[in-house]
């Protein structure tokens, strides 16, 4: 029966290579089809309710979304968990995707899958993304414009990035204005979109996700912080536990233990890559000299107090860790932020 075939799918830019298994892990065919929806809608068509296995990258959010409105099971699975298909002496299309579709029809969570988000969601969070490569675009562009002019024993003044082109133009030596008066007029440009961007995310928070304004109840979360997260993780019910975040976000170590030796090793820096350096800029202002004082930042402050080697990484670290546990209780509650909890309740009591 086609609810008993599994279909292992090895995902490329033009050609997709899939292997199709029944019941019995019997190959039934191995074939290619486009990387279009009408040629992945037209040779699944033969498919219906079927399983289908494949692994995250570019296309995979779109064809998993694909292939879950046609009534199919769609595993996506982690690169990042599936070494032994890529880690290999005969690697090819073909066998990627025999051995997806092998592991997809034994166990499943050998993929260990990840979950894409919602077309709308992935659109409003793109918007976040456009906003972070502006802002490199253009911090590349003052650095060029500031190592030019000190290059001729000048210097531009220092001001924010923000304010970078107005205040520092009438500065630029005479000499050097013909070949930078164009990355000045870009940089304006870039700050004009930015700024765009930021309304636009303003707006977002406000209109259609009002529980990021739970998250910026904390020193130092603001609106990009707030709704990247809530886009990130959809859903507080994922996790049945506030800790459970940490891991997910791999900001907690990894760990070694064979025999008598249990070693801890640095965080696995797994899930959101984005996210997780948002959560890290925040900790670093909560353990700044212009943060409110709070159980989250004399935490960090304690862990940067025993000293050591890379104690200030550590406490930046940990801060981070906590502070993604915070804020998904925050959220799943809808709670008002205390910094001092603890105490609150000992004073309760």
Same mark, same amino acid.
């Given at each position: 029966?086609?609810?008993?075939?599994?279909?292992?799918?090895?995902?490329?830019?033009?050609?997709?290579?899939?292997?199709?298994?029944?019941?019995?892990?019997?190959?039934?065919?191995?074939?290619?089809?486009?990387?279009?929806?009408?040629?992945?809608?037209?040779?699944?068509?033969?498919?219906?309710?079927?399983?289908?296995?494949?692994?995250?990258?570019?296309?995979?959010?779109?064809?998993?979304?694909?292939?879950?409105?046609?009534?199919?099971?769609?595993?996506?699975?982690?690169?990042?968990?599936?070494?032994?298909?890529?880690?290999?002496?005969?690697?090819?299309?073909?066998?990627?995707?025999?051995?997806?579709?092998?592991?997809?029809?034994?166990?499943?969570?050998?993929?260990?899958?990840?979950?894409?988000?919602?077309?709308?969601?992935?659109?409003?969070?793109?918007?976040?993304?456009?906003?972070?490569?502006?802002?490199?675009?253009?911090?590349?562009?003052?650095?060029?414009?500031?190592?030019?002019?000190?290059?001729?024993?000048?210097?531009?003044?220092?001001?924010?990035?923000?304010?970078?082109?107005?205040?520092?133009?009438?500065?630029?030596?005479?000499?050097?204005?013909?070949?930078?008066?164009?990355?000045?007029?870009?940089?304006?440009?870039?700050?004009?979109?930015?700024?765009?961007?930021?309304?636009?995310?303003?707006?977002?928070?406000?209109?259609?996700?009002?529980?990021?304004?739970?998250?910026?109840?904390?020193?130092?979360?603001?609106?990009?912080?707030?709704?990247?997260?809530?886009?990130?993780?959809?859903?507080?019910?994922?996790?049945?536990?506030?800790?459970?975040?940490?891991?997910?976000?791999? @900001?907690? #170590?990894?760990?070694?233990? !064979?025999?008598?030796?249990?070693?801890? =090793?640095? $965080?696995?820096?797994? +899930?959101? &890559?984005?996210?997780?350096?948002?959560?890290?800029?925040?900790?670093?202002?909560? @353990?700044? #000299?212009?943060?409110?004082? !709070?159980?989250?930042?004399?935490?960090? =402050?304690? $862990?940067?107090?025993? +000293?050591? &080697?890379?104690?200030?990484?550590?406490?930046?670290?940990?801060?981070?860790?906590? @502070?993604?546990?915070?804020?998904?209780?925050?959220?799943?509650?809808?709670?008002?932020?205390?910094?001092?909890?603890?105490?609150?309740?000992?004073?309760?009591?």
């Amino acid at each position: 029966m086609k609810d008993t075939i599994t279909i292992g799918m090895d995902l490329g830019d033009r050609i997709h290579f899939i292997v199709v298994l029944d019941e019995q892990g019997n190959e039934l065919e191995a074939n290619k089809v486009g990387n279009t929806k009408t040629a992945i809608r037209k040779y699944f068509d033969r498919f219906k309710t079927a399983t289908v296995v494949l692994e995250a990258g570019t296309h995979s959010p779109w064809i998993s979304r694909e292939l879950e409105q046609m009534g199919f099971t769609v595993y996506v699975g982690n690169p990042r968990k599936l070494r032994f298909i890529w880690d290999s002496t005969d690697k090819s299309d073909e066998r990627d995707a025999r051995m997806l579709a092998m592991v997809g029809r034994m166990e499943p969570k050998l993929l260990w899958p990840v979950h894409h988000r919602d077309k709308q969601s992935h659109a409003d969070l793109t918007v976040i993304k456009s906003r972070e490569v502006l802002i490199k675009s253009r911090t590349q562009l003052i650095n060029h414009a500031r190592g030019v002019v000190k290059s001729t024993g000048e210097r531009l003044p220092t001001c924010s990035s923000a304010s970078f082109a107005r205040r520092c133009r009438e500065h630029v030596p005479c000499a050097l204005w013909p070949a930078l008066s164009g990355v000045f007029e870009i940089i304006c440009q870039l700050t004009e979109q930015i700024r765009h961007l930021d309304r636009e995310i303003d707006r977002l928070c406000r209109e259609r996700y009002p529980e990021t304004h739970h998250l910026q109840q904390v020193p130092g979360v603001g609106p990009v912080t707030s709704l990247a997260y809530v886009l990130s993780l959809e859903e507080p019910g994922r996790f049945a536990k506030s800790r459970q975040v940490g891991p997910y976000l791999g @900001l907690t #170590p990894r760990r070694d233990q !064979s025999g008598q030796t249990d070693r801890q =090793l640095r $965080i696995s820096k797994a +899930g959101n &890559k984005y996210l997780r350096q948002l959560l890290v800029s925040c900790s670093h202002y909560i @353990l700044g #000299p212009f943060a409110p004082d !709070s159980n989250l930042r004399r935490h960090g =402050l304690a $862990i940067a107090a025993r +000293g050591g &080697k890379n104690a200030r990484k550590r406490a930046v670290v940990a801060v981070a860790r906590k @502070l993604s546990v915070l804020l998904h209780r925050l959220w799943a509650d809808g709670q008002e932020y205390q910094p001092f909890y603890g105490k609150r309740i000992q004073m309760a009591a």
